[in-house]
């Protein structure tokens, strides 16, 4: 899907080769970092994900909603040169995360100006981006972590063919602030992204141990592919600085090329937290973002609507930053023909059974018909999938006085203990309808480990 989740974040809010030798010691120094992070992955390792929001609007800090997450971290996405273009708008904002306790992180990209790839698209020498991060760091020496440029790779940014570039950048952030945290290459899950870190790192003077990613097609699309080539292609840590639940998408001409969905955008958001938990080396993840600011936003991932009022992808949030587990969530929505929705959990009277908890959405909330369920696992993310089928033929009948009805599946003894072990645990649901029409649904809902 290249290029299917881009967009420019101002919407909305104005949203050298080496001598052979260095090469053959930068390359051996590469080896032992990459030795590294396989030995700190494993489990006695992992240390727990730091949480945050990137939001740009000041306002949406002081909302009680939004504190009561409990994010401990705060990202801006602001122009290279912001200590000098817009020094209010960066004062109110690092003055509303203060406030609210919070910990922030700015992300530099193109000048307000910028309209790449068309023009202008200006990109700066390395003198001009030196010069304003020392005046950023003068100006705001509270900030004392960056991002070297957001979302690199996208398009409507100046440094998209030229990670070399990026990279001569991220020496000049790390020369200005020795002591700050920085993010070295920063990109979208989206076309040649893995080539463009490669070639970061190829530039860099020296090897960088924390990178960023902004992983929406895998929360989107059900996939781990994007954030696991990253980790096989970066040595050290992993951030991910955007994730989230896009509810609408529309391209550059307005036209929209994602369709809006609530359900489908909280299906994602517990994507993101079920994606992390089984990879230590990822160390903070940031959700994106606070509030649409109306119906026709070009890119809309808001945890509330225009309205202000929450949004399924805010409980599914809240749910997850509160620690509490996933069970009963879907990870796609059922088909738009569908007339029931379907949950799921395990009993806490009999331990080997699952309630498949069935509702119709009728009108009439009158709904007849049969499931199948296959519980499926994976020991690791990478491991072979196995699959079960624990129901074949189940019915439901549901009635206007008892418009949703609880099946119990046993689970065989040894199916339950490989869930229980397992990294990756899933019902695939296919409901089949009789009435209030002939319709057939499907869900993936996610199993605790009973």
Not at 109 to 131: I, M, V, W
Not at 293 to 321: E, M, V
Request: aromatic fraction near 6%.
């Amino acid at each position: 899907m290249p290029g299917a989740l881009g967009r420019r974040h101002s919407q909305g809010t104005s949203a050298g080769f080496l001598g052979q030798r260095s090469l053959i010691i930068k390359r051996l120094a590469t080896l032992a970092l990459l030795l590294a992070a396989v030995l700190g992955s494993t489990p006695s390792a992992a240390r727990a994900t730091e949480f945050g929001l990137s939001e740009q609007q000041a306002t949406s800090w002081s909302d009680g909603r939004l504190q009561a997450l409990g994010v401990r971290h705060a990202r801006l996405i602001a122009p290279w040169d912001a200590a000098t273009s817009e020094p209010a708008r960066v004062q109110a904002w690092l003055d509303a995360v203060a406030a609210a306790g919070l910990t922030p992180h700015v992300a530099f990209e193109h000048l307000r100006s910028d309209n790449c790839p068309g023009t202008p698209c200006a990109l700066p020498s390395r003198a001009q981006y030196r010069a304003a991060v020392q005046a950023f760091r003068a100006r705001f020496p509270q900030v004392t972590t960056f991002t070297t440029w957001n979302e690199a790779n996208h398009s409507t940014q100046p440094v998209a063919q030229r990670p070399e570039t990026a990279a001569g950048y991220w020496a000049e952030l790390t020369a200005a602030c020795p002591s700050c945290t920085v993010v070295a290459g920063d990109v979208l899950d989206s076309g040649g992204y893995v080539r463009w870190l490669q070639r970061f790192q190829a530039a860099a003077p020296t090897t960088p141990l924390l990178w960023g990613l902004h992983n929406y097609g895998d929360v989107t699309y059900g996939t781990t592919s994007g954030t696991d080539a990253v980790l096989a292609a970066v040595p050290g840590e992993l951030w991910i600085e955007e994730t989230g639940g896009i509810v609408t998408l529309r391209n550059s001409s307005g036209r929209i090329t994602l369709s809006s969905n609530e359900s489908r955008a909280a299906a994602s958001v517990h994507r993101a937290f079920d994606l992390i938990e089984s990879r230590p080396r990822i160390g903070r993840m940031y959700l994106y973002h606070w509030k649409a600011h109306t119906l026709a936003d070009r890119f809309d991932a808001g945890l509330l609507r225009p309205d202000g009022s929450i949004r399924p992808s805010y409980t599914a949030a809240q749910q997850r930053l509160a620690g509490q587990p996933s069970t009963g969530a879907p990870l796609a929505p059922s088909s738009a023909s569908s007339s029931v929705s379907v949950t799921v959990r395990w009993s806490t009277v009999r331990r080997n059974q699952l309630l498949v908890r069935v509702r119709c959405r009728a009108a009439s909330r009158v709904c007849r018909g049969r499931f199948a369920a296959t519980v499926r696992t994976q020991r690791t993310s990478k491991a072979k999938r196995q699959s079960t089928q624990v129901a074949k033929r189940r019915t439901f009948r549901t009635t206007a006085a008892r418009p949703a009805v609880t099946i119990r599946v046993t689970v065989p003894k040894a199916v339950r203990s490989r869930v229980r072990s397992a990294a990756v645990r899933r019902l695939a649901i296919t409901t089949t309808e009789s009435i209030p029409a002939t319709a057939t649904g499907s869900a993936m809902l996610r199993l605790g480990r009973s």
